[in-house]
């Protein structure tokens, strides 16, 4: 709703300067005279984007959910309920949050239109849960099915986080290591083996000249790699590199199963989220589809989307070699025929979230081994390389 600057006069003849939120011009100056306060001059002020951009971590978005729907099942109306939800909030985010959509909501804006004005907050698809629990007053299901939702996936985000710790951490050190030793260690055995005359093996030459590249071209390096990323990430930008960058890592042994588990359990998420708000199915699958973070898996659910505004179920709709996993089409088959698509999207979502969780528990399992070896094979070459050298060395003094 657009806010408006005030220069009005009340009936005392005192000027007042106020700021308000409004459908339009026209309805704020009924609803100052109504007042009694006479508009000298209105204007429009601009959407606070700093404010727009406000986030709410999981936990206290979820917390702050669930004390609304609280309040709404006891029989407190949605304006009184936000009012004292705002007060009570500690200073910060979720009060300024509050405060903002309590001000539209009791101006006569419904809350899902207030709720959209923070979209990183509310984006489309929460806002039309919310729009559909207003319009079949059923407002408190509607949070209550938000803020599980909301959980599921902080807790699928959670799970990926925490399998890249160790990577991160592993690679963070071996470059750190590396680093060390390229820009330290290496130089001092160079000139060792430079006022030694040692005609030294391709290894060690290779070893030398990449620690005066670190030593001496660092910026340029960094450079490169800075632009590097720059255009990977304009390229990555293009459907049709997203779409082969996606295909390729399906295909990865184990990773994609985690990747295909993962997008699965998003889009079933987020697709029984919006059909048991009543959200028309067609409108769920685009949602849905959108939402799954692979664009291969997208594609083929916007395929079938099309196929089932024809008239087809949503498993046979499918295409024959799609990228989900197995269990999709019997689990979705069996919910269509029985009128229970939600309950089948969430044993979908429940079993694909618990299967990526065990996969990615099997995946660092394998991985630390295979990070460790690599590890030691880069020390042990940069070992070799400062050996080889030296053991030439000596076997020239045996030999004499």
């Known amino acids: 709703m657009p806010a408006f600057a005030i220069n009005a006069i009340d009936r005392a003849g005192v000027r007042r300067f106020l700021r308000e939120d409004a459908p339009s011009e026209a309805t704020l100056r009924v609803h100052l005279r109504a007042q009694s306060l006479w508009p000298v001059r209105i204007r429009e002020v601009p959407a606070d984007r700093k404010l727009a951009r406000l986030v709410l971590p ?63 907050q ?24 938000l803020a599980a939702h909301v959980g599921n996936n902080a807790e699928l985000r959670r799970t990926a986080r925490r399998a890249l710790i160790y ?14 030793l390229l820009a330290g260690v290496v130089p001092q055995f160079a000139a060792i083996f430079s006022s030694l005359h040692l005609t030294l093996p391709a290894v060690t030459v290779a070893l030398i000249a990449a ?12 450079a490169l790699l800075i632009g590097a990323v720059g255009v990977a990430g304009a390229v990555a930008r293009s459907p049709r590199v997203r779409h082969t960058r996606d295909a390729v890592l399906l295909r990865l042994p184990l990773l994609g199963d985690v990747i295909r588990h993962l997008a699965t359990a998003r889009f079933a998420a987020h697709c029984r989220l919006l059909h048991e708000a009543g959200i028309p199915l067609l409108e769920a699958l685009k949602t849905g589809a959108e ?17 089932v505004a024809e008239g087809q179920p949503l498993y046979a ?29 969430r044993h979908i979502e429940d079993y694909a979230a618990s299967r990526a969780r065990e996969q990615l528990a099997t995946a660092l399992a394998l991985l630390e ?20 050298p030296l053991f030439s060395l000596l076997g020239g003094v045996n030999a004499r």
């Open 291 to 307: 939402l799954t973070g692979n664009a291969v898996m997208a594609r083929q659910l916007l395929a079938a989307r099309e196929r």
């Open 369 to 388: 081994p295979a990070l460790l070896a690599t590890l030691t094979g880069i020390v042990g070459l940069i070992a070799l390389s400062f050996f080889l």
């Open 317 to 345: 709709a499918l295409p024959k070699k799609h990228a989900f996993p197995g269990f999709i089409v019997p689990a979705l088959k069996s919910g269509e025929t029985t009128g229970q698509l939600g309950a089948a999207l």
């Open 211 to 222: 620690s005066d590249l670190v030593r001496h071209g660092w910026p340029v390096v960094v």
């Open 122 to 145: 509310f984006p489309p698809h929460l806002a039309a849960v919310v729009s559909a629990g207003e319009a079949s007053a059923q407002l408190p299901a509607a949070i209550r099915a």
């Open 58 to 120: 999981a936990t206290e978005f979820i917390g702050l959910l669930h004390q609304l729907e609280l309040q709404l099942r006891a029989g407190v109306n949605a304006d009184t309920a936000l009012g004292q939800l705002a007060a009570d909030a500690p200073p910060g985010a979720m009060r300024l949050m509050l405060e903002k959509i309590h001000r539209e909501v009791a101006q006569g804006t419904p809350i899902h239109v207030a709720c959209r004005f923070f979209q990183r």
């Open 167 to 180: 990577p991160v951490v592993v690679l963070i050190a071996t470059t750190a290591l590396v680093g060390f």
